[in-house]
């Protein structure tokens, strides 16, 4: 089991930063790759960001390319969602994810364990 706990939401300006933090406890080799997905009330879950633990390998949404930037801490087995040059758009709630296969993915049905989210919300 791997358990994932998201903090780092709020409430900022369009154009303001901010970071999302996910830790990550349990067992370490079922959360090769951790993701970042976002849902807006009334939309469906959508992809933001991956990376692969071992390898460093990253793929993002092209809503976010630039503005965005998924990393890790080893140490504190903490994934981070740094956000720059955010717009209301972004506004939503934000999950962690992880997967047990080494594979960046996209796709929410790829990801077996989830947070239980944080909301961002970005007024203009």
């Known amino acids: 089991q791997v358990q994932l706990v998201e903090s780092g939401g709020g409430l900022v300006q369009a154009g303001d930063s901010l970071r999302l933090s996910c830790a990550a406890s349990g067992r370490t080799f079922s959360r090769n790759t951790m993701g970042w997905f976002r849902q807006a009330p009334g939309k469906e879950r959508e992809f933001v960001a991956a990376?692969?633990?071992?390898?460093?390998?990253?793929l993002y949404a092209d809503s976010v390319k630039g503005r965005f930037t998924i990393s890790r801490d080893n140490a504190k087995n903490t994934v981070y969602l740094q956000m720059n040059s955010l717009k209301p758009e972004d506004t939503a709630v934000y999950y962690c994810?992880?997967?047990?296969?080494?594979?960046?993915?996209?796709?929410?049905?790829?990801?077996?364990?989830w947070g239980q989210g944080t909301q961002v919300t970005v007024s203009s």
């Open positions: 990376f692969n633990w071992s390898g460093g390998s990253t």
């Open positions: 994810a992880a997967r047990t296969i080494p594979y960046l993915s996209d796709r929410p049905e790829r990801y077996d364990y």
